[in-house]
């Protein structure tokens, strides 16, 4: 059942439990001068918990934009943080803070920085095949969860995807929900367009989005993880979304040069122009591409391997969830 108390028309959160504290955010934090981010409106910094030397990421976003109150937005980033808490490969929320003109949500540090940067690295740099395969089943762990509660993400991009560490290469922490809405009561949809090249056609159509906008999405970035290339992005955003609106993608054995068939056939259930017909995150996690049976080259002699031809979406040995699960 909906929380509807929760939400606003337009899918927005609207109710949070965390205590927003007035008192200033420099009296219990140091901030470390390294900035790890920045976007549109919101600018992320490293900062030390005075009282305990823990390290956090603050992220600061502006209360007003474009001359205009965006408490609002915020407060739906947060409340969806907060419906996320039990999920490991979400970020973590941990304090939030008001001034005059920011709101300053402090978050677990992904130390590791975006997955972009190991998408396009040099060969040594470079994500494996094994190393995607990993870290997708923790996306979709992710993305699963939020979709069981009803929340949609809609800008999924490897930008937005963290790391806990890069080297050796750590876990996944899913970020930025700024976007986020509350999917059963979307009514418009139009100023909610994600980034160009990870665009689902249903937006450019102004359709209805679904979890299935966020499972395209996720098509694209797994698409851009094994080969570096984005597969729709055109000279610029028309052409892009011409690519999108025509499917038209690039599977060619030189692209996909060492990469396995069953990567490619994972990817062809997402980037599909219906989103009917598209593969759900729990879908996704008994896909062959993901089971260990299905890459016997990689059993090793532990019992960790399944035995029946589809995997768990629970196979993470380091998950450990206390979510109701359906
Ligand atoms: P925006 O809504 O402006 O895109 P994000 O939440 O995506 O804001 O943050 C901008 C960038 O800051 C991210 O792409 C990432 O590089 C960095 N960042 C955000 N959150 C964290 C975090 N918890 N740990 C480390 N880096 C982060
Ligand atoms: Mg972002």
Same mark, same amino acid.
């Given at each position: 059942m909906p929380d509807f108390a929760n939400m606003s028309k337009n899918g927005m959160l609207t109710k949070i439990h965390t205590r927003i504290r007035s008192d200033p955010f420099t009296a219990n934090y140091d901030l470390a001068g390294k900035e790890l981010g920045r976007g549109k409106f919101a600018v992320v910094k490293k900062c030390i918990e005075k009282s305990t030397g823990k390290q956090y990421a603050a992220k600061f976003l502006r209360l007003r934009r474009k001359g205009e109150d965006c408490r609002k937005d915020i407060l739906n980033e947060i409340a969806v943080l907060e419906s996320a808490k039990l999920n490991p490969y979400?970020?973590?929320l941990h304090e939030v803070y008001e001034t005059s003109h920011d709101i300053v949500l402090v978050l677990e540090c992904a130390a590791g920085g975006e997955i972009f940067n190991q998408c396009v690295g040099d060969s040594d740099e470079a994500f494996t095949e094994e190393d995607v395969i990993r870290l997708v089943k923790q996306i979709l762990n992710g993305v699963a969860f939020l979709h069981r509660n009803n929340v949609v993400h809609l800008d999924l991009?490897?930008?937005?995807?963290?790391?806990?560490?890069?080297?050796?290469? /750590?876990?996944?922490?899913?970020?930025?929900? /700024?976007?986020?809405?509350?999917?059963?009561?979307?009514t418009e949809v139009r100023e909610i367009l994600g980034t160009p090249e990870y665009v689902a056609p249903e937006i450019l159509n102004y359709e209805p989005i679904s979890t299935a906008t966020d499972m395209w999405s996720i098509g694209v970035l797994v698409y851009f993880m094994l080969t570096g290339d984005s597969p729709f992005l055109g000279d610029n955003k028309q052409e892009t979304f011409l690519n999108i609106s025509q499917i038209s993608v690039d599977y060619s054995e030189e692209t996909f040069e060492g990469i396995s068939p069953l990567a490619v056939d994972f990817i062809k259930t997402l980037l599909v122009k219906n989103p009917r017909v598209r593969a759900t995150a729990e879908e996704c996690l008994t896909h062959p591409w993901l089971c260990p049976v299905s890459r016997p080259h990689l059993l090793t002699t532990s019992s960790s391997s399944s035995s029946s031809s589809h995997c768990s979406s629970l196979d993470e040995p380091e998950t450990s969830q206390s979510e109701s699960e359906p």
């Open positions: 979400v970020v973590a991009k490897p930008q937005n995807i963290l790391l806990t560490s890069a080297r050796p290469l /750590g876990d996944i922490r899913i970020v930025d929900f /700024g976007l986020s809405r509350r999917m059963d009561s979307i």
